[in-house]
């Protein structure tokens, strides 16, 4: 069920379009696929702790829980470590399901740890994160364009637990591009 709080997805383009939707899509007020995702985290950090250290110890950069996060289109987030990192970066902003977070608790029994390990900046409740890779998609006013999968690195298993890299092939969450500035919000309740 779709809590009434959630915020709103609309899909655009992408493989399997019928020309309905291709029409909805081209229409500015239109929701194509429109979908409840509500957002229950949100995280920024100032420094890599994992991002270009393999074979070397993780840095120690603190990671930010906040309420609301201000996305730059084709820049990144304010006060994140990957805003202005790169020209037209792949990884602008990165997402990760709470679902899969409480399956790898579940398989690998852990209780001390929180979604945030993962470093990933915002985390959604209500859908596979793996369909907006190609696509355009809209949270909460907010545009962006899912590029790729979040690939799990071989640091997941030190920070989380041991099996948690083999656990995440394939649902690692999902890295795009900002296409419109505007703020996130963690939705109540």
């Known amino acids: 069920m779709v809590r009434p709080d959630a915020a709103r997805v609309a899909i655009r383009g992408g493989p399997?379009?019928?020309?309905?939707?291709?029409?909805?899509?081209?229409?500015?007020?239109?929701?194509p696929n429109a979908e409840g995702l509500s957002i229950v985290g949100?995280?920024?950090?100032?420094?890599?702790?994992?991002?270009?250290?393999?074979?070397?110890?993780?840095?120690?950069?603190?990671?930010?829980?906040?309420?609301?996060?201000?996305?730059?289109?084709?820049?990144?987030?304010?006060?994140?470590?990957?805003?202005?990192?790169?020209?037209?970066?792949?990884?602008?902003?990165?997402?990760?399901?709470?679902?899969?977070?409480?399956?790898?608790?579940?398989?690998?029994?852990?209780r001390d740890r929180h979604p945030g390990v993962f470093r990933r900046n915002v985390v959604t409740r209500g859908g596979d994160l793996n369909r907006y890779v190609g696509h355009e998609f809209e949270i909460q006013g907010v545009r962006f364009l899912g590029v790729a999968e979040c690939s799990p690195c071989e640091w997941m298993d030190e920070a989380f637990a041991e099996g948690c890299h083999a656990l995440l092939e394939g649902r690692g969450g999902l890295r795009a591009k900002i296409l419109s500035d505007g703020a996130l919000r963690v939705d109540a309740g």
């Open 16 to 31: 399997g379009m019928n020309r309905s939707s291709a029409a909805e899509a081209a229409s500015p007020s239109a929701t």
């Open 42 to 110: 949100l995280y920024v950090s100032p420094g890599h702790n994992y991002f270009g250290r393999y074979g070397g110890s993780p840095g120690a950069h603190r990671l930010d829980r906040v309420d609301r996060i201000v996305c730059r289109a084709g820049r990144g987030i304010e006060g994140d470590r990957f805003l202005d990192y790169r020209k037209d970066y792949r990884g602008q902003i990165t997402f990760f399901s709470v679902e899969v977070y409480e399956e790898l608790c579940a398989a690998l029994d852990v």
